[in-house]
C-alpha cells in the first residue's frame, strides 16, 4: 500500500531564493514613504506569500526603494512579490543597479503586475540576471498606469 501525506504551504509561509542575500545585514534600504502598518521592513521578512506581511506606501503615485549596499554585491536573481486584494489597477516595477555609488544606474528588468481582485492579486516573478560590483539596486513602483491615484505595494524583494 502507498503511504502518502498531503501537504499544503500555509498562506504567508517563507518562499526562500537559494543562495539569497541577508539585506538587514548588508545593506541599508532607503524608500520614499511607508505606511506605519505596513513598513519597508515587511518586505525583507520571512512571511512571503499569498497573505503574507507587505510594504505599502503611505503617499500616492510613484514610489522608490533603493538597497545600499555596505560593499559591493554580484546580484544573479531577483524576486519580487506583491499582493493586492482591493483595487483592480497595472502596478509597474523598474529594477536597475549601479555599480558607482549611486550616480548612473543601468535598468535590468521592467515589469508589470495586473492585479483584478478578488480573482488575480498576487503576482510573484523571479528574474536571472547578471550583474556584478553592484553598490545600489533601485526599484522603481508605478502603482497605477492607469493614471489612477494608487498606492504602491510590495511583499518581498529578495537578491541572489
Partial sequence: ?????????????????????????????????????????NAF????????SRWVADAPGEQTVILVFDSPQTIRKIGVEAEELAVSRTQELAVSVSSDGGRTYRELVRQEFNFSPP??????????????????????????KGGRVGRATLTSLAVA
Fill in 119 to 144: 480573482g488575480t492579486s498576487f503576482e510573484r516573478e523571479l528574474w536571472s540576471v547578471s550583474a556584478g560590483a553592484v553598490t545600489h539596486l533601485r526599484l522603481e513602483i508605478k502603482p497605477d
Fill in 45 to 52: 521578512d520571512e512571511r512571503r506569500g499569498p497573505g503574507g
Fill in 1 to 41: 500500500m502507498l503511504r502518502k501525506q498531503i501537504i499544503t504551504k500555509r498562506s504567508g509561509e517563507s518562499a526562500s531564493l537559494e543562495g539569497e542575500i541577508p539585506i538587514a545585514d548588508v545593506a541599508t534600504v532607503q524608500v520614499t514613504s511607508e505606511q506605519a502598518g505596513h513598513p519597508i521592513d
